[in-house]
């Protein structure tokens, strides 16, 4: 969760105590360990005293070794240890065909149209991200297909006033 909104941690601890059902996908997962394998790459880089301007321009040239591979893949299996109330889903070939679907027809960029498709397929009440844009697109997305009911896009830092409007008791 580091280079995380702090409101990202505080929904997290929030969704723990309450109990809530809480689930990423194996994408989300993915991601994260593309953004810890940056973190590796770009530390090795500045232990070397590389500038910033060389790091970034060679970031999708990573040259990490198998140790510093399982040193990101610790940290993400080590998150999903701590936080065991965090179900990790998939999508089957259908879920596949709605991301796909949503990709294609709207403004939404391919990882979240995953996002989105694994969200609604695996029945969440609300997609927390940090991106307005997934928001905004999403919401328009569901609306056309008539599952803005069942499907609350959100960003973190208005989730309080959604769970008041959904009347969701917190502790």
Known sequence: MRRRPTKSGYWLQR???????CCTSIYGLMELLDLEQDHEFVQKRLARNQD???????KYRRDLTSSEFQTSKQLIDGFLTEKKFIDVVTLNDAGWKLALHIAANSNIFTPDAIHLATAWQNNADILLTNDGHLVKEGTEVLKSEKMEKELKLCESDKLSKLLQNMKVKMK
């Open 52 to 58: 910033f301007d060389k790091i970034f321009r060679e």
């Open 15 to 21: 969704i723990e105590e309450n109990k809530w059902k």
